[in-house]
């Protein structure tokens, strides 16, 4: 609904003007703190200047687009590799450089650096 009333270049305080409704219970409305009655959803719809069903309409793709971005969030949780600090010696480390060295190769990009 707020994108609808933006792009008309409403404001919160024309629609409370529009319907009659106060501007704080729009406000209230619109950051959904208070349920929003089916009347008072019309009557902000024909403030707008746009039909009540689309606006539901775009309402509820909104919603199902949330939901798909959270489980798609959610599952990306589980491909991801957890690290682990650890603790190397001074040995290890000296090793570990010298390996990578001895390669030519960059760890980080995995591209032959012996050019």
Do not use: C
Not at 59 to 70: C, F, G, I, P, S
């Amino acid at each position: 609904m707020q994108g609808a009333y933006a792009k008309k270049g409403l404001s919160r305080q024309d629609i409370a003007d529009r319907t009659g409704i106060s501007k704080s219970t729009i406000d209230r409305y619109m950051q959904a703190k208070l349920a929003l009655p089916q009347d008072k959803f019309v009557r902000i719809a024909e403030a707008i200047g746009a039909p009540p069903a689309k606006l539901l309409q775009e309402a509820v793709d909104d919603a199902t687009l949330m939901l798909h971005d959270a489980a798609v969030s959610e599952a990306e949780g589980d491909n991801v590799a957890r690290l682990h600090p650890r603790q190397m010696s001074a040995e290890e480390l000296d090793r570990l450089t010298i390996d990578h060295a001895a390669t030519g190769i960059d760890p980080e990009s995995e591209t032959d650096e012996t050019d």
